[in-house]
């Protein structure tokens, strides 16, 4: 070791350094852990000197201490190479922590606000198939089209398929979870952003087919405004409806009966508002429908108001989209005050649901 008589130098230094190497060779492990071959005997002496105590170790009690001492120091080492680099890491520790928590929070919103986008795309779906259905598109634009062609082709790798999105191409190949990032999540935290991924292959698919549905709904609406105004697509009055179109058990028989249209609860007094443009071709009291107006819309299509408080119009009077016609009563055959609103196609009734664009239906 080094001593005070000695000069320093760095050519003593580099010995030592070269000495330290032992520690890494088997010939210096070997003679540590040995076992030793003579019994030592620890001669303990008491204060004074007045007690003397001899501790006979044999071989083997030597061998297990030298053996526990080794590991003592070794652990020793290695703890506070250990607490050393906890120390050290210990702010990025606590910043990844946060880091963590606030990811997390985010992906529940996140999963929030997909959900509730997720329920207005598929909302906007239900729109388009019930415009498409109601103007007609499918038929209009096969005539349009004319037959379509069938043949054989290079099918597509699913895998490898590019969606158009905006200005930018996006390969849905990529919107995958990377197997590297599943082995650092928890099993909840896979699932949402397999839901992403997932979420987000139908956006682009969506799109896609959502620009197609437009294009062909603008080819075969242009020039149709006047079929259009005269198609009863919004809801008369808003409200809680209480009744659907279809069979229900009568109010006030108790039997199985028909309801040909919606009854809508409103306060009494709320304003019935024209759903299209047409012609009154009925104002005035109807039995058990109480004050009723019917509006004839053209194409086939009429409507009924029926148990109104008082009615607006008179007979042979046009209306537009969105006029005042009557006012929700409790007129005639009804519990409370509501409209029981129908749509007559051709003579047959129709749940007014197929017309109405209204995103409550």
Do not use: C
């Amino acid at each position: 070791m080094f001593s005070s008589r000695e000069p320093w130098n760095w050519d003593r230094l580099l010995g030592l350094l070269k000495q330290s190497k032992n520690l890494f060779t088997t010939q210096f492990w070997k003679k540590v852990t040995s076992k030793p071959e003579a019994e030592l005997t620890l001669v303990l002496l008491s204060k004074g000197h007045r007690e003397v105590q001899k501790l006979h170790l044999s071989p083997t009690h030597q061998w297990f201490i030298k053996v526990a001492s080794v590991a003592g120091v070794v652990l020793f080492v290695f703890s506070g190479i250990f607490l050393i680099d906890f120390l050290i890491h210990l702010p990025e520790r606590s910043i990844l922590k946060t880091e963590n928590s606030s990811l997390k929070k985010e992906l529940n919103k996140l999963q929030y606000h997909m959900d509730a986008l997720q329920t207005s795309l598929d909302r906007v779906s239900r729109f388009d198939q019930k415009l498409r259905a109601l103007t007609e598109v499918d038929k209009e634009f096969a005539k349009m089209k004319g037959p379509i062609g069938q043949g054989g082709g290079v099918v597509e790798d699913p895998a490898n398929q590019k969606f158009d999105f905006g200005d930018f191409q996006v390969d849905s190949s990529q919107l995958d979870m990377d197997e590297d990032s599943t082995k650092y999540l928890d099993r909840r935290e896979v699932f949402l952003f397999q839901k992403l991924y997932s979420w987000m292959r139908r956006l682009y698919k969506d799109s896609e087919l959502s620009e197609q549905s437009v294009e062909e709904l603008f080819e075969v609406l242009k020039g149709r405004e006047i079929q259009i105004a005269a198609t009863p697509s919004i809801i008369p009055v808003q409200g809680w409806i209480t009744s659907h179109f279809g069979y229900r058990m009568d109010p006030f028989t108790g039997r199985r009966a028909m309801h040909r249209g919606l009854d809508v609860a409103a306060k009494e007094g709320t304003p019935v508002l024209a759903p299209a443009d047409g012609i009154v071709t009925f104002s005035g009291a109807n039995g058990g429908f109480g004050n009723t107006v019917m509006v004839f819309h053209g194409y086939g299509i009429s409507t009924l108001y029926a148990h109104a408080e008082n009615v607006n119009v008179r007979q042979g009077q046009k209306v537009k989209r969105g006029d005042v016609i009557a006012f929700v009563g409790n007129s005639g055959r009804s519990t409370a005050a509501h409209l029981h609103y129908e749509v007559i196609v051709h003579g047959v009734p129709v749940d007014p649901r197929k017309y109405v664009l209204d995103r409550m239906l």
